[in-house]
């Protein structure tokens, strides 16, 4: 990360800790999460995405292509430094590689890519991603892989046979092009869920048995939620999941914060931000419907859909608008948006504790999260 990223990031973050005090005009968000697609592989226990289609097939033709993007990443091109890829299952996208391009190209500060899959296309994963490395110069991009195993537990968490053994492949080729990629960084992605809750110790000597290291640093958190994006609203959000308090504390015990002079700075942010996540996890799973910090959505971030509507963040299932019919400055900065804005700040928002919003609502608040880590 260039002193520029970092002056930028900061400049963001301060204009954004203003906006929450009503003292400056919210900035435009340095972090967007797209759904790019919602069509699916899989058949997963905790989301209804992959029905969407099924039920409703004409819509997956509404779907925006790359073209849709253009004026969104030229709306933002000062501002974008964090863009998050998600699904359905991304790497289904005909023209992911396209909407990467675009990005990277308009968005000078675009400095993290984020990329989720669920591993079951294999060869289609390893072609997505060496394309966009190829085609672009992002410094970091992140590919996780979902594996919420063991191999049993994995495969009927997501509804299909050699799930498992898939996705171990799928993170297998992406650590061979990372060997020689070193902006390319590819992780596990596990949901503590009520499917799973207790298991993460087998999850770990399931690795072990597939030749994968079974080290802690390379697996990210994330608990089962209940939103708009994953069409599930009302299954419940999974709180006080039976088990799910052991391997969190497992977890706390093997994190390490490496050496800032042996690892990237975004890599330390990375275990910084986990070992946070983690602690506060413990809190959320007590407490479900107390916010945990103040939430960062529509003051840093935001959530776009496969149709182009906007939303504060992947639970809060509110509409802003939509980028094919008004530009994305005046959905930002509309009374709707304000309005919104206003809700999270009361928590009377659905609450979560996902990554997504979870990551820049860390660094909203810093220099407070970074006191339990000392």
């Known amino acids: 990360m260039t002193v520029a990223n970092y002056v930028n990031l900061c400049k963001a973050l301060i204009k954004a800790k203003l906006a929450r005090k009503n003292l400056v005009q919210v900035p435009k968000p340095f972090r967007i999460n797209i759904a790019v697609t919602y069509h699916c592989n899989l058949h997963c226990k905790m989301c209804n995405i992959w029905k969407i289609y099924r039920e409703t097939p004409n819509r997956a033709r509404d779907e925006m292509s790359s073209d849709c993007y253009t ?10 430094f964090w863009l998050g890829l998600t699904g359905g299952e991304p790497f289904l996208k005909k023209d992911l590689v396209d909407i990467v391009y675009l990005a990277a190209s308009k968005s000078r500060n675009l400095h993290i890519l ?9 060869k289609l994963a390893e072609k997505r991603v060496s394309e966009i490395l190829e085609e672009t110069a992002i410094p970091f991009i992140t590919v996780g892989v979902s594996l919420d195993g063991p191999p049993s537990t994995h495969d009927y968490v997501r509804g299909r046979k050699q799930a498992w053994s898939r996705a171990i492949t799928t993170y297998k080729n992406l650590c061979a092009i990372s060997s020689s990629h070193p902006n390319l960084s590819p992780h596990i992605s596990y949901t503590i869920s009520r499917h799973n809750a207790g298991r993460f110790l087998d999850f770990l000597d399931a690795l072990a048995e597939e030749g994968i290291e ?24 999974g709180s006080l999941l039976y088990g799910a308090n052991t391997d969190i504390e497992f977890l ?43 939430c960062a959505a529509l003051f840093c971030s935001c959530f776009i859909d496969p149709f182009g509507f906007v939303y504060p963040c992947s639970v809060y299932g509110e509409k802003l608008g939509n980028i094919r019919k008004t530009s994305f400055g005046h959905i930002w900065h ?8 206003g809700s999270i700040k009361k928590e009377q928002c659905p609450n979560c504790w996902s990554p997504c919003e979870a990551e820049p609502s860390f660094l909203l608040s810093i220099p407070k999260t970074l006191l339990p880590l000392l």
């Open 334 to 341: 509309s009374h709707t948006a304000s309005k919104l804005r």
């Open 114 to 122: 984020e990329l989720t899959t669920n591993g079951f296309s294999e």
């Open 71 to 80: 004026s969104l990443f030229e709306s933002i091109s000062e501002e974008l």
């Open 214 to 237: 079974p080290d802690t640093d390379l697996i990210s958190i994330s608990l089962e939620q209940s939103g708009h994006l994953y069409h599930n609203v009302g299954s419940g959000k």
């Open 252 to 294: 706390l015990s093997r994190i390490r914060i490496s050496n800032p002079f042996s690892k990237g700075i975004v890599e330390i942010g990375r275990n910084l931000f986990k070992k946070m996540f983690l602690i506060s996890a413990i809190d959320f799973l007590k407490r479900p419907n107390k916010m945990v910090l103040p």
